[in-house]
């Protein structure tokens, strides 16, 4: 497995390939979710290239960009064990030396969601991950559905910018308890580690009343709130009913629909999400 950190070394190894390549960005920090794009990537394409790079321009000043976690020696043989070809693990300077002023900015869907408590924040991913296009030149990239809005604007930046890229979304891996895995899950306490399964149960609760004919988005998140309400760690920050494409809020469920929320457990923000009616794809 190659490491690299020089976004020119990864192009010319690239180039000299022949065949397909998959491209799974990630932050590191790696958990089954992750490795499941992987295994993905790694069925779909000759080749396989993972980055590894915290990214500060997506982090907002009082965020989490310091204490990140940051296992790389523990990633890198995770990589290696899935049999990635190429480690793409850029320091800082090499994706914003000095100087760096151009960034690759969301239409309205970044508007919504995250993007409207998270100011910069899908700019500094479109930013990012058009850099990592750029130097790997994949056939295909995976990306998962814990980060809906993202997967959403990424797909939309693809079809925009004309990018040689497909883009795949894929489903989102979970503990057993049904808590989605997310590498910032490592920041609860036992307690609030026991509580989070909540989120599950309550989007849970909800796409049932969906299933039994619940179409009112009013009443869909409501389920959702009194779930959440149960557990008093849980703190709701959003929960919403949208359009898939647009993330515009919906009034009532016609087709498909991205119900999600974020559920505050002391200062760590868990997200979590399913497309009605469930078992839709994004
Ligand atoms: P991150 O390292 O958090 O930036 O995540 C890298 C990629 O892994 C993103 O495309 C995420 O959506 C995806 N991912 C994170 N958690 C999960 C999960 N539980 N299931 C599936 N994909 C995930």
């Given at each position: 497995m190659i490491v690299a950190a020089d976004p020119r070394k990864v192009r010319r190894t690239r180039r000299a390939w022949a065949g397909t390549v998959g491209l799974v960005p990630t932050m590191g920090a790696l958990h089954e979710g992750h490795l499941s794009l992987v295994r993905r990537a790694r069925a779909e394409n000759d080749h396989v290239v993972a980055s590894l790079f915290v990214n500060p321009a997506q982090f907002g000043p009082s965020e989490d960009f310091t204490?990140?976690?940051?296992?790389?020696?523990?990633?890198?043989?995770?990589?290696?064990?899935?049999?990635?070809d190429l480690v793409?693990?850029?320091?800082v300077d090499d994706?914003?030396?000095p100087g760096f002023a151009t960034w690759v900015v969301p239409g309205p869907a970044g508007d919504h969601l995250?993007?409207?408590?998270?100011?910069?924040?899908?700019?500094?991913?479109?930013?990012?991950?058009s850099?990592?296009?750029?130097?790997?030149?994949?056939?295909?990239?995976?990306?998962?559905?814990?980060?809906?809005?993202?997967?959403?604007?990424?797909?939309?930046?693809?079809?925009?910018?004309?990018?040689?890229?497909?883009?795949?979304?894929?489903?989102?891996?979970?503990?057993?308890?049904?808590?989605?895995?997310?590498?910032r899950n490592a920041y609860l306490t036992p307690e609030?580690?026991?509580?989070?399964?909540?989120?599950?149960?309550?989007?849970?609760?909800?796409?049932?009343?969906?299933a039994a004919g619940e179409r009112d988005a009013a009443a869909l998140r409501r389920i959702v709130r009194?779930?959440?309400?149960?557990?008093?760690?849980?703190?709701?920050?959003?929960?919403?009913?949208?359009?898939?494409?647009?993330?515009?809020?919906?009034?009532?469920?016609?087709?498909?629909?991205?119900?999600?929320?974020?559920v505050r457990f002391g200062a760590t923000r868990l997200l979590d999400n399913v497309v009605l009616p469930a078992g839709e794809k994004l």
């Open positions: 204490r990140y976690p940051r296992p790389r020696e523990r990633d890198l043989a995770l990589f290696s064990g899935e049999g990635v793409f693990a850029p320091e994706l914003y030396p995250e993007g409207a408590r998270r100011p910069g924040h899908f700019r500094g991913v479109l930013t990012v991950v850099k990592l296009f750029h130097a790997v030149e994949p056939d295909r990239a995976y990306f998962g559905q814990k980060d809906a809005q993202q997967a959403v604007l990424i797909r939309r930046m693809a079809a925009d910018l004309d990018l040689a890229v497909e883009i795949a979304v894929c489903p989102i891996v979970r503990e057993e308890d049904g808590l989605a895995r997310s590498s609030e580690r026991r509580a989070a399964p909540v989120l599950h149960r309550a989007l849970g609760a909800a796409a049932s009343a969906h009194d779930v959440l309400a149960s557990e008093p760690l849980a703190a709701l920050d959003y929960v919403s009913v949208a359009d898939p494409v647009s993330l515009a809020e919906r009034a009532s469920v016609e087709g498909r629909a991205l119900l999600s929320l974020v």
